[in-house]
T-cell receptor
Framework: AQSVTQPDIHITVSEGASLELRCNYS??????LFWYVQSPGQGLQLLLK??????LVQGIKGFEAEFKRSQSSFNLRKPSVHWSDAAEYFC??????????FGKGTRLHILP | DTGVSQDPRHKITKRGQNVTFRCDPI?????LYWYRQTLGQGPEFLTY????????KSRLLSDRFSAERPKGSFSTLEIQRTEQGDSAMYLC??????????????FGPGTRLTVL
């Protein structure tokens, strides 16, 4: 069955430190891949997406993600986090012309 | 604002009552999706429409749930005889999809349902 796994439920980093959130997918073929962010009480905001082409994808708010086919991974990175980055982050996959399957999310905490 | 909008943002109801939520997609988006998100989980797919046609329903969508998109624009999601287990955030998303391309799904702010 198709699935998206985020192995870390919570991640805590200090403000200014680098960040990497992990995501693994299980699909028959390479899916479209997304990272969304959700702040408390808010809807989902798209950070970046990978459909094909360059495996390093740039997104909004200084985030980037790297698609690695050999590892079935699509990890999200940011070189220096800000207190405003504290939120829940969802990795998601989708076959073309289909619904999105989300991971369970990683809650990011920022230490001052 | 041309984003996806949902109404109401919050709904508190008593068990056994019926509730209806509305979603207005981004203009000219032909696809509209409904997802449900419970505490500590990622959103789970419920159903989606292409124009006015409902193309797929998840097994999560019991007989008490019904969704419509009568004119291919806004959509409603109705839950009859609500149960406490229906308490969740209901998210709507829309996209523009044709035979050659699949566009990103853009999400609304959600409707938070609390069943007492």
């Amino acid at each position: 069955a198709q699935s998206v796994t985020q192995p870390d439920i919570h991640i805590t980093v200090s403000e200014g430190a680098s960040l990497e959130l992990r995501c693994n997918y299980s699909y028959g073929a390479t899916p479209y891949l997304f990272w969304y962010v959700q702040s408390p009480g808010q809807g989902l905001q798209l950070l970046l997406k990978y459909f094909s082409g360059d495996t390093l994808v740039q997104g909004i708010k200084g985030f980037e993600a790297e698609f690695k086919r050999s590892q079935s991974s699509f990890n999200l990175r940011k070189p220096s986090v800000h207190w405003s980055d504290a939120a829940e982050y969802f990795c998601a996959g989708m076959n073309r012309d289909d619904k999105i399957i989300f991971g369970k999310g990683t809650r990011l905490h920022i230490l001052p | 604002d041309t984003g996806v909008s949902q109404d109401p943002r919050h709904k508190i109801t008593k068990r056994g009552q019926n509730v209806t939520f509305r979603c207005d997609p981004i203009s000219e988006h032909n696809r509209l999706y409904w997802y449900r998100q419970t505490l500590g989980q990622g959103p789970e797919f419920l159903t989606y429409f292409q124009n006015e046609a409902q193309l797929e329903k998840s097994r999560l969508l019991s007989d008490r749930f019904s969704a419509e998109r009568p004119k291919g624009s806004f959509s409603t999601l109705e839950i009859q005889r609500t149960e406490q287990g229906d308490s969740a955030m209901y998210l709507c998303a829309s996209s523009r999809t044709d035979r050659t391309s699949t566009d990103t799904q853009y999400f609304g702010p959600g409707t938070r349902l609390t069943v007492l």
